[in-house]
């Protein structure tokens, strides 16, 4: 493993960090907050120390996979201690693990916080929680590629690693430059949805904050009672529609733009995303007509909303449906799961994979029936080779293992059931309220700091896909070999 080359990248990473804590120091600032002092802070200290190990010799410029990972996760992991800086010194979260796992839960765009009484937070802070919602949304190292000078072929490696599963891949060869016409999509989406919110009767404020949780599917609100505040049809819509289309592959969007109109249709992920959002809506708004809502419109908006909020892990809610019948939110917690598309800002297990293991179980039942026959896994007109296939199963076992094992440790605290799986499912696919306690109108002060420690860990495993987090805890992971 190159040691120097990754310090230098997380350097590197750092100093991004410092730069994206100068808007929040803006905001500040402007609305003469008593956070002003903790972003100075808070910037000196995390640039200082960026500074100090971008400048690292690196010797030779090779780059292996393993220094990608290490650099993802380890980046991941001190970003979220960094990024933490504001809440404790500024006193808002005077606990460490309570600052460290409201950073990690934003730069995952989880959404879960421990934070009580919002409203009255300072405004330089509330932009700090949302802005690293879009900072992570499309990924750091993403970001970091985007705005600083590369580390030389380590850049494909990074890449590999921050998205480790079905990816969209390079979509020019240069990696750097895939990362920047990410970013001019991200970007053109978020200025967008600012303006339309705005014009929809959003202060503001209010508007970049809702954005900022809206493309980077993190779900963060300035209002105690998230989008449900504003009461507001039209802001809603607006919120629904960004979502939707965050949590769909951003590579299509490009494809767009290089003039194939028709790619999101011949897509099956994206087909199976719209069609799983779609069937879960119109099953929810009649579970709801006349039982919870006594207007069909009243059950449509809600539940439109809500589906879309949670297929795409984003976390927003109009309204409390720790209401709603055991149907509607047992269709919310099978959506906990399932996630938005690869190369979106969503999380959980992601369409793509739960596609292809539908279509695995289909080729075994058929396989069963007929023993000598020969059946592929297909993905759009291409084959899926056995490889991609023993990945994915490998992927969703970890991804349940995990789950359980989180489930079996913040059980200690002797919470009901719906509230500590909830809780590690929303961790986990990164989506942030779930139901009972950690429902949309609550939070997760109430765990003990293991579990918030637990949950956070949850949070950077689910937002890596896994592989870069587990690595770490490989002894032969850290050998110095070429491999």
């Not at 000196?44 to 996760?73: C, E, N, P």
């Not at 494909?156 to 998205?163: G, P, R, T």
């Not at 994915?392 to 200690?412: D, E, K, N």
Request: glycine share 10%; aromatic share 12%; charged share 10%.
């Amino acid at each position: 493993m190159n040691f120097k080359a990754v310090l230098k990248a997380l350097g590197m990473l750092l100093v991004c960090e410092a730069l994206l804590m100068i808007f929040p120091l803006v905001v500040a600032i402007y609305f003469q907050g008593t956070d002003i002092s903790a972003f100075f802070l808070s910037i000196l200290i995390t640039g200082l120390f960026g500074v100090l190990l971008s400048q690292i010799k690196t010797g030779k410029k090779i780059m292996y996979a393993r220094d990608g990972f290490a650099i993802v996760s380890l980046g991941w992991i001190l970003l979220s201690l960094f990024g933490s800086l504001p809440y404790l010194i500024s006193g808002v979260i005077p606990s460490f693990i309570d600052s460290f796992f409201e950073a990690v839960s934003g730069f995952t765009t989880t959404s879960a916080s421990i934070l009580t009484h919002i409203e009255d937070l300072p405004k330089g802070i509330l932009f700090w929680r949302s802005f690293t919602h879009w900072a992570g949304g499309m990924g750091v190292i993403v970001l970091t590629l985007a705005m600083l000078p590369s580390v030389g072929s380590g850049t494909v490696q990074m890449l590999k690693a921050e998205y480790p599963g079905p990816t969209p891949g390079k979509l020019v060869p240069q990696v750097k430059e895939t990362a920047k016409i990410l970013y001019k999509i991200y970007l053109f989406f978020t200025l967008l949805e600012i303006i339309i919110l705005k014009l929809a009767g959003l202060p503001l404020y209010d508007a970049f904050i809702h954005t900022f949780g809206t493309v980077g599917t993190g779900g963060a609100s300035n209002m105690n009672a998230s989008v449900g505040a504003y009461n507001n049809i039209n802001v809603e819509v607006i919120i629904t529609i960004f979502t939707f289309m965050c949590g769909t592959n951003f590579t299509l969007y490009y494809q767009i733009l290089k003039g194939d109109f028709k790619a999101p249709f011949k897509d099956d992920e994206f087909r199976f995303y719209s069609v799983v959002i779609i069937t879960s809506i119109i099953l929810i708004t009649f579970n709801l007509y006349g039982d919870i809502f006594s207007s069909l419109w009243e059950s449509l908006r809600h539940s439109s909303f809500q589906v879309v909020s949670v297929m795409t892990t984003t976390g927003f809610a109009t309204t409390d449906y720790n209401n709603w019948g055991m149907f509607s939110k047992t269709i919310l917690l099978i959506l906990m799961f399932i996630g938005g598309c690869s190369g979106s800002t969503g999380g959980a297990l992601k369409s793509i994979r739960v596609l292809l293991l539908l279509r695995v179980m289909k080729r075994e039942l058929l396989q069963v029936i007929h023993p000598r026959a020969v059946y592929s896994v297909r993905l759009g007109n291409k084959t899926v080779d056995e490889k991609t296939i023993s990945e994915i199963l490998g992927f969703f076992f970890m991804y349940i293992l995990i789950f359980m094992v989180a489930v079996l440790i913040i059980s200690l605290d002797n919470l009901d059931w719906a509230t500590t799986i909830t809780a590690a499912v929303a961790s986990l696919g990164n989506i942030g309220p779930g139901f009972g306690i950690v429902g949309p109108m609550g939070n997760y002060s109430i765990f003990s700091d293991l579990s918030k420690l637990v949950l956070s860990l949850c949070m950077i495993i689910g937002r890596l896909e896994i592989y870069p987090i587990l690595l770490l805890g490989i002894p032969s992971f850290w050998k110095k070999t070429n491999l």
